[in-house]
């Protein structure tokens, strides 16, 4: 069973950073894209960043600029940096793996919660 373990979150002032980190049991990255999504009070869950692979990445216009998404297929890790955050950016943040040969997000974490608020 594969499983997903987000962890970095936390409160930070606007314009702070954070570094958000999500564990994959199992050698799934290599074979996976890899999501983050993020769901503040009230709102649906929405895309944050993609990862399909390599140094290919896609990421939310209200991110563009701030937010990096990387792997590391080796260690089954994939990140989320943060910088130049906005109170607009606390939510729970979520990691989310597809298989390759999948129409539909397979694996979820359990979340993380940011919040930036002076």
């Known amino acids: 069973q594969v499983q997903l373990v987000e962890s970095g979150g936390g409160s930070v002032q606007p314009g702070g950073s954070l570094r958000l980190s999500c564990a994959a049991s199992g050698s799934i990255l290599s074979n996976s894209y890899m999501y983050w999504y993020r769901q503040a009070p009230g709102k649906e869950r929405e895309l944050v960043a993609t990862?399909?692979?390599?140094?290919?990445?896609n990421y939310a216009d209200s991110v563009k600029g701030r937010f990096t998404i990387s792997r590391d297929n080796a260690k089954n890790m994939v990140y989320l940096q943060m910088n130049s955050l906005k109170p607009e950016d606390t939510a729970v943040y979520y990691c989310?793996?597809?298989?390759?040969?999948?129409?539909?997000?397979?694996?979820w974490g359990q979340g993380t919660q940011v919040t930036v608020s002076s």
């Open positions: 989310g793996a597809r298989r390759r040969d999948s129409g539909t997000i397979n694996y």
């Open positions: 990862s399909i692979g390599g140094s290919y990445a």
